[in-house]
């Protein structure tokens, strides 16, 4: 597995906001406990809110506060998708004004996210590179407001998926899309920034039973 790919991993269980300790995620994921810290250390310098300690466990919270603002995940979404883009542009004077909008951020952020001073909207390895699922956003929204079937493929893969768009999800820096997945007759959770081919489909889809968003959070729960 790569460490990307564990990184996500370990993301994903710790949304669920439950106690996480280090050695029940080592054993699940095949690796040490020593990195398994690592990876928290990663987590965090990355801008993933995660809270705990060694020994302790881990787990993160969604919702980042920003005084005297409560910022939905949505609303984070916009600030950092604008930091991001603007922030690697090649107008400097823009990417400069970005960058200290970022400082000014993380200044008054609440001591207590786990978020690095100086890395609000601009992510360290391994999530440089998330900020390619931007190009698809337009089409998954779209999708799933028309209840409009995609067929995508994802990066390393040969197979063409046929999804129904669910719903888009932002953690930690990392766009997600829950689907129903008609080729593997499956819900999934596809990273964005991993789906290279990307195409709306004309045919419509509606609400069957055991393939609904709300299927699909009975399931984790």
Same mark, same amino acid.
């Given at each position: 597995?790569?460490?990307?790919?564990?990184? *996500?991993?370990l993301?994903?269980? $710790?949304?669920?906001g439950?106690l996480?300790?280090?050695?029940?995620?080592?054993?699940?994921?095949?690796?040490?406990?020593?990195?398994?810290y690592?990876?928290?250390?990663?987590?965090?310098?990355s801008?993933?809110p995660?809270?705990?300690a060694?020994?302790?466990?881990y787990?993160?919270?969604e919702m980042i506060?920003?005084?005297?603002?409560?910022?939905?995940?949505?609303? =984070?979404?916009?600030?950092?998708?604008? $930091?991001?883009?603007?922030?690697?542009?090649?107008?400097e004077? &823009?990417?400069?004004?970005a960058?200290?909008?970022?400082?000014?951020?993380?200044?008054? =952020?609440?001591?207590?996210?786990?978020?690095?001073?100086?890395?609000?909207?601009?992510?360290t390895?391994?999530?440089?590179?998330?900020?390619?699922?931007?190009?698809?956003?337009?089409?998954?929204?779209?999708?799933?407001?028309a209840?409009?079937k &995609? /067929?995508?493929r $994802?990066?390393?893969?040969?197979k063409?998926?046929v999804? /129904?768009?669910?719903?888009?999800d932002? @953690?930690?820096?990392?766009w997600?899309?829950?689907? @129903?997945?008609?080729?593997d007759?499956?819900f999934?959770? *596809?990273?964005?920034?991993?789906?290279?081919?990307?195409?709306?489909?004309?045919?419509?889809?509606?609400?069957?039973?055991?393939k609904?968003?709300?299927? *699909?959070?009975?399931?984790?729960s």
């Open positions: 597995m790569k460490r990307s790919d564990r990184l *996500f991993a993301m994903q269980r $710790l949304k669920d439950r996480h300790t280090a050695e029940a995620m080592a054993q699940d994921l095949g690796v040490s406990v020593r990195t398994i690592r990876d928290m250390d990663t987590l965090a310098a801008g993933v995660v809270e705990g060694r020994g302790s466990g787990t993160a919270q506060t920003l005084p005297p603002l409560n910022l939905t995940q949505t609303e =984070l979404e916009a600030l950092h998708i604008g $930091l991001a883009t603007i922030g690697a542009s090649d107008t004077d &823009l990417a400069s004004a960058r200290a909008l970022s400082d000014k951020i993380d200044a008054v =952020l609440p001591e207590d996210v786990g978020t690095p001073t100086g890395k609000f909207g601009f992510a390895y391994p999530f440089a590179e998330a900020a390619q699922g931007f190009r698809h956003m337009p089409a998954f929204r779209k999708a799933i407001r209840r409009q &995609l /067929r995508l $994802l990066e390393e893969e040969t063409i998926h999804v /129904r768009p669910l719903h888009l932002y @953690w930690g820096r990392i997600t899309c829950v689907v @129903w997945d008609e080729t007759d499956t999934a959770t *596809f990273r964005m920034d991993r789906v290279t081919d990307l195409t709306l489909m004309p045919g419509l889809f509606v609400d069957e039973a055991g609904t968003l709300k299927d *699909f959070h009975a399931l984790q």
